[in-house]
């Protein structure tokens, strides 16, 4: 058996019952779990990225991970950059050495086509994540960084919303063409909800031609859209959008806030669109956004969505879409077989976040994360956590 220092995630009780939730839901303890499988290796995590899955484990919600895996106790976090200690004997391990440096790709059981069925440290059953000291994967979850690398391992540390937006907007961008092959790119518009991968996806957009904008809450955000090219919109200017889940309660006051809101925020689109709307509309929200996205939505456009951060069950009007010929595209992660290219392409282009839009936790902080994070206090697009020092 090998032994780590841990932050342990441990079953909530039987039948559904109230459970801790949060960063009370981590205890710092001693974690055991079977020596190295012949296609394993034992690594030494550097950096890991706090990514959504994290959240909606320590929540339990939609699931309590745990008893889905069938486990008292897991050790969450897929994201992260790692450094190599020892490996099995299956060629795939020896293929890598000791001291080699590699992001941790999260496939812990892929489709037949390479796409996630089951992601490493979260549903997937016997995985050990990156919350923890040492901790071992299957070799062929390892993708190593170049060694001449012009970037610090905390960027690097971020590279899944990176990598799911590559796939995202590959898709996205697929669909949106195969209804308009010949028009141009620069006389539309690519809008989206706030987040790190939308930012990264918004790159590509920006890349590819079109206007860009996108929604921030705070003044360091703002900044940060405008510094990489995206038209930043402030969100605070439309404050009750989300109130469009309640306006079957009848309420003459909340109505009146929710069309106040929409109206500004639709009045905006108008602006940026020539009119239009939006082109391509990226919402990772969900929800408590998708009336006001719909309405945003021009003729011909695409809603994609890659994440559903504040509500997975949605409902549209069959007709008013067909009629409109919205294009629906949901992903999830990236096909694993991509990762060296999407790799090859932020190494060369920069397509990568500054060092100043990261925030770094300790590992002895890992729980004050999950409480800035679950709160909204994460300024940064890109949060990060330390676990053994460079």
Not at 151 to 158: I, N
Not at 218 to 238: H, N, Q, W, Y
Not at 284 to 308: E, F
Not at 365 to 387: I, Q
Request: aromatic share 10%.
């Amino acid at each position: 058996m090998i032994t780590t220092d841990a932050w342990v995630l441990h079953a909530g009780p039987k039948g559904g019952g109230p459970a801790p939730g949060g960063a009370a839901g981590l205890r710092r303890e001693t974690f055991a779990f079977p020596d190295l499988g012949d296609d394993e290796v034992l690594v030494e995590p550097l950096y890991g990225s706090w990514e959504a899955n994290l959240e909606h484990a320590l929540s339990r919600s939609p699931v309590d991970i745990c008893r889905q895996r069938g486990e008292p106790s897991v050790v969450l976090g897929n994201i992260g950059v790692v450094r190599v200690l020892r490996t099995g004997q299956a060629p795939e391990a020896r293929a890598l050495s000791e001291g080699d440096v590699c992001m941790v790709m999260p496939f812990g059981k892929c489709d037949r086509y390479g796409y996630a069925e089951l992601a490493y440290a979260y549903d997937a059953p016997g995985t050990i994540g990156l919350l923890a000291k040492r901790t071992k994967v299957a070799a062929r979850m390892l993708l190593p960084l170049p060694s001449d690398s012009a970037y610090t391992l905390p960027q690097w540390a971020t590279y899944a919303r990176y990598f799911s937006a590559w796939d995202n907007w590959r898709v996205a961008y697929a669909c949106w063409r195969g209804q308009l092959p010949d028009v141009a790119a620069e006389d539309h518009l690519v809008f989206g909800w706030g987040g790190g991968v939308v930012l990264a996806e918004l790159e590509l957009a920006r890349r590819a031609g079109f206007r860009v904008a996108m929604t921030a809450g705070g003044d360091e955000r703002l900044s940060c859209l405008a510094r990489k090219g995206i038209t930043p919109v402030d969100r605070r200017t439309f404050p009750d959008l989300e109130l469009s889940r309640r306006l079957d309660e009848g309420d003459p006051d909340l109505v009146e806030r929710y069309r106040t809101s929409e109206k500004e925020f639709l009045r905006i689109i108008e602006s940026l669109s020539d009119g239009h709307g939006a082109a391509i509309f990226i919402d990772n929200i969900g929800a408590p956004l998708l009336r006001p996205t719909l309405k945003a939505l021009g003729r011909l456009g695409v809603l994609t969505t890659l994440g559903w951060k504040r509500g997975m069950v949605t409902e549209t009007r069959r007709a008013v879409e067909c009629i409109k010929r919205h294009l629906h595209v949901n992903t999830h992660v990236w096909r694993s077989g991509d990762s060296p290219e999407i790799l090859e392409y932020q190494a060369a282009t920069g397509w990568i976040p500054d060092p100043d839009m990261i925030r770094t936790y300790d590992f002895e902080d890992v729980p004050r994360l999950a409480d800035d994070y679950a709160t909204g206090k994460v300024t940064s697009y890109f949060p990060v956590f330390t676990v053994n020092p460079e």
